[in-house]
């Protein structure tokens, strides 16, 4: 069993910056493809980025590349999305999904809510 646990959310204006943090449990952290995932009110989720366990290879949803970074560190079992030039259509509440397998997202966080205002 992996327990996720999400921090940093709040407000932020237009342009601003936020920084997320996604903690883990588990021993084999360091293998897991690790994913952020966001849903806004009244639209499903969306992928917005995630991160391979073994070469730390990123990827992001186009809606966010060049704004969002992605990253981790396995000595503290945690994953970071830093967020950038945020606009108010990145509003929603985030959660990070871990894939022990490398493929399936298998456990996911409660989620932390994101409201960026204009």
């Known amino acids: 069993q992996v327990q996720l646990q999400e921090s940093g959310g709040g407000l932020a204006q237009a342009g601003g910056s936020l920084r997320l943090s996604c903690a883990a449990s588990?021993?084999?952290?360091?293998?897991?493809?690790m994913g952020w995932y966001r849903q806004a009110p009244g639209k499903e989720r969306e992928y917005i980025a995630s991160?391979?366990?073994?070469?730390?290879?990123?990827y992001y949803a186009d809606s966010v590349k060049g704004r969002f970074t992605i990253s981790r560190d396995n000595a503290k079992n945690t994953v970071y999305l830093q967020m950038n030039s945020l606009k108010a259509e990145d509003t929603a509440v985030y959660s990070c999904?871990?894939?022990?397998?490398?493929?399936?997202?298998?456990?996911w966080g409660q989620g932390t809510q994101v409201t960026v205002s204009s």
């Open positions: 999904a871990a894939a022990p397998d490398g493929i399936m997202y298998k456990y």
């Open positions: 588990g021993r084999t952290f360091s293998t897991y493809r």
């Open positions: 991160i391979k366990g073994i070469d730390g290879g990123t």
